[in-house]
């Protein structure tokens, strides 16, 4: 019965949220409103290299993914370029300081040094200085990072989410596999050391050498358990596994620490309110307050570990009513039209000078902000995660299959190894397809690399096959040509309900005459015309203009699309977008699937992110509208249907 009830909860509330306004996007915007140039952080007067920025610039670059909205990257290297120089060398950081908090924004660095755009390479350079902090820096006797040097052997909760993330994904980006074990002890420590065993729920910090006056003689604990402490630690937890290799067997042990808090983080969430109190379980005890950070990063990881399948779908539910709990007791409508988060305590330390003894009476003392960072960072991302939830149902179960056959191409990466790109899924270049395989991430299926001809067998499990553009001599010394086989086994798989996008591209940069062969099994041919030839940025000449009936792209009315070779179809296929006398795209519907078909890999990262095209140009908004299309199509996910392919 509870069951149902909380199922009953998920859906009816998902519906409604599905109706709202984005508040990830208003809190975005009204966080831009107040740092027009750059982020300054509580009562400083100037800008400096800080943890709460490198928050908040993830929170916007989640929303730059949600939304292809060029805006938010923009501010986020506006922002950045204000401390990183040309050497990598970075403004107001302090190396010898050791501290922890200062590696956070490295994420940031990390992303820009993945992007196309001049002098990326001073990105990279400075996520090395940050790496090399974490090289040199303090440990406790048991391999664990201080906090700080002035903090000596101490560990706590927050540094997990300052160094974690961006030490786990430097490492997968510089191929450091030796890293893993040392960031699964970090965690580990924390467990091993933190946990109280009557609550479930983790102290603040401990102190190895047992010296600090809130130091407990017997555990090093600090003696009370503070919300932000806890929301920085599950948050680090669901970050690190967007990156922690499948395959490492400290990985399950990663998971099981999501598992065991999740219930216990419910547990104490307030019944009346969905939100979560400053001291966590002390709720209605004098001068305790329902606190915005906490309530905000405890939804963010909720929904985050549900959405990824480390806990039930039901956990959902409670991370939804935590956020209309934040909507309803903390979200605040401006006179200017902007939105304010009120009630996030400004900070939570143990020692230091003045003394902070980690007492009750400690946690309750400090100030309470309005628009603090650490709570709008947090409430974004939670945002963006309870904005998914009604579209998870798209794909859910589903798979995306990309071919990494056909088009198979190289270049050397970061580190100067080989690594495939151009139209794949991992290459964040603007040759890649990285924020269209978000998209249907987003949408609630998996993406996958086909790197094998196509057969029964690399099919199977597959509703989604995109092809696109393969190779000619130029770009591949040995490039693999579609073949019989290759038809049939497409074919086949079509007929038992896959969905097959074929994306071709100019008849100089694509080999056609094989990849015809496939196309023409179902009613298209990719013409040796090319027709949208745009010279420079005179982004007019690659318009193409959709109208309102069309069935794929309801609400896309203008794309943009270059240099492609237009269609010529016959029964089965037939048009779906057409420009003057040429058709642009095309569908067949073949037994229980469906082909689509378009003369150009218009969705890659360089015409969908909003950094180069103009905006009137919704390719972002289709991509996600062909995402939808495609998945509702797909039927190879039906069992009965699946068994016909073996």
Not at 231 to 240: E, K, N, P
Request: glycine share 8%.
């Amino acid at each position: 019965m509870i069951v149902r009830i909380l199922l009953i909860m998920l859906l009816v509330s998902g519906n409604v949220l599905a109706q709202q306004v984005a508040w990830s996007k208003r809190m975005a915007d009204s966080f831009i409103t107040w740092h027009k140039d750059s982020i300054v952080i509580g009562n400083n007067k100037t800008s400096r290299w800080d943890y709460e920025q490198g928050l908040m610039l993830k929170a916007l670059e989640r929303v730059w993914y949600r939304t292809g909205d060029a805006r938010y990257f923009d501010y986020i290297v506006k922002d950045i370029n204000h401390f990183v120089n040309a050497d990598g060398t970075v403004r107001t950081y302090k190396f010898d300081d050791f501290n922890i908090d200062n590696v956070t924004t490295g994420r940031v660095l990390l992303m820009l040094a993945q992007q196309s755009q001049p002098g990326r390479e001073k990105y990279q350079k400075a996520a090395q200085l940050l790496r090399k902090q974490l090289t040199e820096h303090p440990r406790t006797k048991e391999g664990g990072f201080w906090h700080k040097k002035r903090y000596p052997y101490q560990m706590w909760l927050d540094g997990l989410y300052m160094a974690q993330p961006f030490y786990t994904e430097y490492s997968v980006l510089f191929n450091e596999s030796a890293n893993f074990d040392d960031i699964a002890k970090q965690f580990a420590l924390i467990e091993k050391h933190l946990i109280d065993p009557k609550t479930g729920l983790l102290y603040h910090g401990y102190d190895e050498s047992r010296e600090q006056k809130w130091a407990n003689p017997k555990t090093g604990q600090s003696p009370h358990f503070w919300g932000r402490a806890l929301g920085w630690y599950i948050m680090a937890l669901v970050d690190v596994l967007d990156y922690f290799p499948q395959s490492h067997p400290e990985r399950a042990n990663l998971v099981k620490y999501v598992q065991r808090l999740a219930p216990v983080l419910v547990k104490y969430q307030d019944p009346k309110s969905g939100a979560w109190w400053q001291i966590v379980d002390q709720g209605g005890r004098k001068g305790n307050y329902l606190e915005a950070s906490a309530s905000s990063m405890y939804v963010y990881g909720l929904a985050k570990a549900a959405r990824m399948g480390y806990v039930n779908k039901l956990y959902a539910a409670a991370a939804q009513k935590g956020y209309q709990g934040i909507l309803k007791n903390f979200i605040e409508e401006e006179a200017d039209g902007t939105i304010s988060l009120n009630k996030t305590v400004s900070v939570g330390g143990l020692g230091g000078t003045p003394y902070r003894d980690g007492s009750y009476e400690y946690y309750l003392s400090e100030p309470i902000r309005k628009n603090d960072l650490k709570g709008v960072g947090p409430f974004i991302m939670a945002s963006v995660e309870i904005e998914m939830i009604p579209e998870l149902g798209v794909g859910k179960g589903k798979s995306v299959g990309l071919d990494y056959y056909f088009n198979n191409e190289y270049r050397k990466g970061l580190t100067g190894e080989t690594e495939q790109f151009h139209y794949t899924w991992e290459d964040r270049m603007h040759s890649g397809f990285w924020l269209w395989g978000n998209t249907f991430r987003e949408l609630g299926t998996t993406t996958k690399a086909i790197p094998t001809a196509p057969t029964a067998e690399s099919l199977n499990g597959v509703d989604v096959y995109i092809i696109v553009d393969p190779d000619t001599p130029k770009e591949t010394p040995k490039p693999n040509y579609v073949q019989a086989a290759d038809i049939q086994a497409i074919t086949d798989w079509v007929k038992a309900g896959g969905a097959l996008v074929l994306m071709a591209n100019d008849t100089a940069n694509c080999e056609t005459k094989h990849f015809n062969q496939l196309a023409q099994a179902f009613g298209i041919r990719f013409t040796d015309k090319n027709v949208n030839m745009v010279k420079g940025t005179q982004w007019e000449q690659g318009k193409v203009s959709i109208p309102a009936s069309n069935p794929v792209f309801k609400e896309t009315r203008t794309v943009y699309i270059k240099e492609l070779a237009p269609l010529d179809v016959k029964s089965p296929a037939k048009a779906l977008v057409t420009s003057g006398s040429d058709v642009i795209m095309a569908v067949a519907k073949i037994g229980k699937g469906t082909v689509f078909a378009v003369g150009d890999p218009w969705l890659y990262n360089e015409y969908t992110d909003g950094r180069r095209i103009p905006a009137v140009y919704e390719n972002f908004n289709a991509g996600k509208e062909l995402a939808t299309w495609l998945l509702e199509q797909a039927r190879v996910s039906t069992p009965e249907l699946r068994s016909g392919l073996r």
